[in-house]
């Protein structure tokens, strides 16, 4: 159950042994976080400096706003179509003009984030069906390949929505120049192959793959005198190609030339609202979902309060949004690996914040060496663990039904937009929730008949427990925080979809490391929809009339 929010009171006080942990661990993430946010920003029409500033607030200002532990608070590939979408539309031609109105979007989105952690509801995350959120990054995976393919290659492509960029990939590999498609294509060979290599080579599991990456392309950069403008001829087809310094990164002269501030004079109209709205919800639900992930991994089985990371997500995305910045969450990539690296408190994410500060304040050379390409390889790389067959393979195994609303959600948030893919995600798992007798009265609230037996509570639930109903549910076990053993009886469901047994099952490992059970009991006469332990389960109904 999430905590109440004090402002200005930390989580957890970080243990003062454990500095030299988080200076390391902080420092790797560094390494790693340095390409992927200069990546990120140049790929959503953004000054490749905003990604870097966005993870400088993430870490050292929201790490004190409450952030969760071990999570690493910066710029994510998941924000990227949005951002993007936000620039092209808002400026209409304009990028300049586009991003200055995007920024006021992830101003005003933040102040929600904010209402939403002040409200609590950091459930939020458990309201959304897996199948639909997957849905939605595979689509972003996809959107993101689609757009940094042609850059990996050195082609500026003609097409700008996504399902043209992909029919243009055919003829931007035609039209490749040769020397940049060598460092792109390099830096992805790297990217794809380091976790084989790092598994027999102990040396190479401390040095992040971004840096090789990097080592690699900043000195064939050098090498093909990318910051000059010149030609060269290749002998094999007496084609001429153009080099020079647009194939680098380029950068503000220092830091303060770097801030740019919103104009909130588009802010009310139907465009802005839109993304306003992805902003701050798709933001919140990859930041908390993240979080939680993060929970998973902590060896320290440490429990984040979801409601104060929002807090400091918005916090920190206010804060961003007003300096230029793009929108951060707790990113998935970066927390996992400073967890590797053996970071101990929320400290990592400070330092590695504090790291990124003083190299822009005092190498920014060095980042306007930076290839493109090797850039574009890293989202590339990205896009496809977002979008990887694993995923279409993994979802197909918890059950036909959770398959069909994926590929709706990711194909329609390819067609159109992310709002309107995640709608139709939505409104198709309640339509097959029907279809398999959940009742339209409880879709959105559960019935549940309550026992309490002194410590022991008993709760049965009547007719459907399913992902729109779910908050209701656990509320009332909310309610129960002290009870010893609670029992969840679905002798009377009809229907507990996957996004139930998954939350449930994630609960009960909770209660256990606190000492309390939780028991799922009457599901002896439903039927799984897939083999997957925790796929839906559904029940027979003979006279429909006979449970009214």
């Not at 952690?117 to 950091?122: Q, T």
Request: charged share 15%; net charge positive.
């Amino acid at each position: 159950m999430s905590k109440p929010i004090i402002p200005g009171a930390p989580a957890s006080t970080p243990a003062s042994a454990s500095w030299k942990n988080d200076l390391v661990s902080g420092f790797l993430v560094f390494l790693i976080a340095l390409p992927l946010c200069l990546g990120i920003a140049m790929a959503s029409g953004f000054p490749p400096i905003a990604g870097v500033l966005t993870a400088v607030v993430g870490g050292a200002v929201a790490t004190w706003l409450g952030s969760a532990p071990l999570t690493i608070k910066g710029p994510a590939a998941g924000l990227i179509v949005i951002a993007l979408g936000a620039v092209q539309e808002l400026g209409g031609g304009d990028n300049a003009v586009g991003y200055r109105r995007a920024l006021a979007c992830i101003t005003v989105a933040a102040l929600i984030q904010i209402a939403f952690a002040l409200a609590r509801a950091g459930t939020l995350g458990d309201f959304f069906p897996g199948s639909v959120v997957h849905g939605m990054l595979a689509a972003i995976g996809i959107i993101i390949c689609s757009k940094q393919i042609h850059t990996l290659v050195g082609v500026t492509p003609a097409a700008k929505a996504p399902l043209h960029l992909i029919l243009e990939i055919p003829h931007s590999l035609f039209r490749l120049n040769p020397e940049i498609a060598l460092i792109g294509v390099l830096s992805l060979v790297i990217l794809f192959g380091y976790p084989a290599v790092a598994r027999r080579a102990r040396l190479l599991q401390k040095i992040p793959a971004p840096m090789l990456v990097l080592a690699l392309s900043v000195p064939l950069a050098h090498a093909f005198e990318l910051e000059h403008e010149h030609t060269y001829t290749l002998a094999a087809t007496q084609t001429t190609y153009a080099l020079g310094p647009s194939f680098l990164v380029n950068l503000p002269g220092n830091l303060l030339q770097a801030i740019v501030f919103p104009d909130f004079s588009h802010v009310g109209t139907p465009a802005s609202i839109k993304y306003i709205i992805m902003f701050s919800l798709v933001g919140s639900i990859e930041s908390l979902l993240s979080a939680k992930a993060v929970d998973s991994l902590d060896p320290a089985k440490r429990r984040s309060d979801l409601d104060r990371d929002l807090l400091a997500t918005g916090a920190g995305n206010l804060i961003a949004g007003l300096l230029g910045g793009l929108p951060m969450i707790s990113e998935i990539v970066r927390s996992s690996a400073n967890i590797g690296y053996g970071a101990k408190s929320r400290l990592s994410n400070f330092f590695h914040g504090i790291f990124l500060l003083l190299f822009v304040a005092f190498a920014p050379g060095l980042i306007h060496r930076i290839p493109l390409a090797a850039l574009a390889a890293m989202l590339t790389f990205t896009g496809t663990r977002l979008a990887s067959p694993k995923e279409f393979v993994r979802t197909l195994r918890i059950g036909r039904e959770q398959l069909i609303i994926f590929g709706t959600t990711a194909a329609l948030c390819i067609a159109s937009d992310l709002l309107v893919g995640v709608a139709a995600g939505i409104a198709v798992k309640m339509l097959i929730h029907l279809i398999n007798g959940a009742p339209l009265r409880v879709l959105f609230r559960s019935e549940v008949e309550e026992r309490v037996e002194g410590q022991r509570v008993v709760l049965r639930v009547k007719h459907a427990a399913v992902f729109s109903n779910y908050l209701s549910l656990q509320r009332r076990l909310a309610s129960h925080a002290n009870a010893s053993s609670i029992e969840i009886n679905f002798a009377d469901a009809r229907l507990v979809d996957h996004t139930v047994m998954s939350n449930l099952h994630e609960l009960q490992g909770t209660m256990e490391r606190e000492g309390r059970t939780l028991t799922l009991a009457g599901l002896g006469e439903h039927f799984q929809m897939s083999s997957h332990p925790l796929s839906a389960r559904k029940r027979a109904v003979i006279s429909p009339v006979a449970e009214r």
